[in-house]
């Protein structure tokens, strides 16, 4: 069920990739090692991202909870996109936003690799919304 607004998640797979997804809300659920397998996709080593998303338990505590666990996600900040983490490393949680401001704020290594993973996810959507702005 969806963190945010409690909806069940529907199930995407994109190059041998499951990614969980809102279609309600737009949030999307990576499962712990799911980032490294999009930039090992990609040819990329860990990066910032990496670090940062290993920390999760220095991140603030949020509301959302996990959905492996009833552990409350933690707020992690990389770079000026903030993402909600299991604290017991089950996994990652992008709201839309999120998604859309990685995708603008990382172009190489690992932060790449999984930029152009959701850029390709969503492209249908990112271009329906830039069509209905311009």
Do not use: N, Y
Not at 52 to 60: E, I, Q, S, T, V
């Amino acid at each position: 069920m969806c963190p945010v607004c409690g909806r069940p998640l529907v199930l995407f797979e994109l190059e041998g990739v499951e990614i969980d997804r809102c279609l309600d809300c737009g949030g999307t659920w990576l499962d712990a090692g799911e980032l490294e397998q999009l930039a090992a996709l990609a040819g990329a080593s860990a990066g910032r991202l990496s670090e940062a998303l290993g920390k999760a338990r220095g991140g603030r505590a949020g509301v959302r909870r996990c959905l492996r666990c009833p552990a409350r996600l933690r707020v992690i900040r990389v770079e000026e996109v903030e993402i909600d983490a299991c604290p017991r490393g089950h996994g990652f949680w992008f709201d839309r936003a999120e998604v859309r401001k990685l995708i603008g704020a990382f172009e190489e290594g690992e932060e790449g690799a999984v930029a152009r993973f959701f850029a390709e996810f969503f492209r249908a959507e990112l271009d329906a919304e830039q069509t209905k702005g311009g």
